[in-house]
């Protein structure tokens, strides 16, 4: 498997620190989003020197460096875009999927098994990418771009200094990513090749 892949030109979205009001300098975090046939590709870029010395348990992978992406495949104008989907990976490459219902109701023992990911520790710059290939058919999507939200995040840093990130949401003064009414149209651009195995 490759690192991120840059799609077709596609510009990366710079994330922004929700959560504390100070960052670390020089860390950050861009996404792409790009189409590959039936499967949304997400590429993070992350830049840190805090890369979590060792795995967390499977189940609490958001305990360590992670990238996150929620989406919703059936948004409808005018009301909360749920149900939606949340993809996580750690810079282990662990995984954690997590279906939130209509009511809001969280379900983490579902998974799909279409979903792909892959993580690239990188040796030119202090950090990490990592690539999702999510299979938004097989989450009901029809196809329109208008149905597609969603919002993108990345958690780093270690226990009592963590430091959160994401793409739409304002300065919290608790972080708090559930938050579907904040979700936007995602910034796709072109299609994807080689995107996660």
């Not at 209509?102 to 710059?125: A, L, M």
């Not at 990490?128 to 329109?144: C, R, V």
Request: proline letters at 9%.
């Amino acid at each position: 498997m490759s690192g991120t892949n840059n799609g077709t030109g596609a510009t990366p979205q710079d994330l922004h620190l929700v959560y504390p009001t100070n960052g670390e300098p020089g860390e950050g975090t861009r996404v792409r989003y790009t189409l590959a046939g039936d499967n949304l590709v997400v590429n993070f870029e992350v830049t840190t020197r805090d890369l979590t010395p060792v795995e967390e348990d499977d189940g609490e992978i958001y305990n360590g460096n992670v990238v996150e992406i929620f989406v919703c495949t059936t948004a409808v104008a005018g009301q909360i875009p749920r149900p939606y989907y949340e993809f996580e990976v750690s810079r282990y490459d662990q995984k954690l999927e997590v279906l939130i219902d209509k009511n809001g109701h969280f379900n983490e023992s579902w998974t799909t098994p279409n979903f792909r990911h892959s993580v690239t520790i990188q040796k030119d710059r202090p950090g990490w990418d990592a690539t999702m290939q999510i299979p938004i058919k097989d989450l009901g999507w029809n196809g329109d771009l208008a149905n597609l939200v969603g919002n993108a995040f990345s958690i780093l840093g270690p226990t009592g200094g963590r430091r959160f990130y994401s793409a739409y949401l304002p300065p919290q003064p608790k972080p708090n990513f559930h938050l579907p009414s904040f979700f936007k149209p995602l910034p796709i651009v072109g299609s994807a090749e080689n995107p996660a195995a």
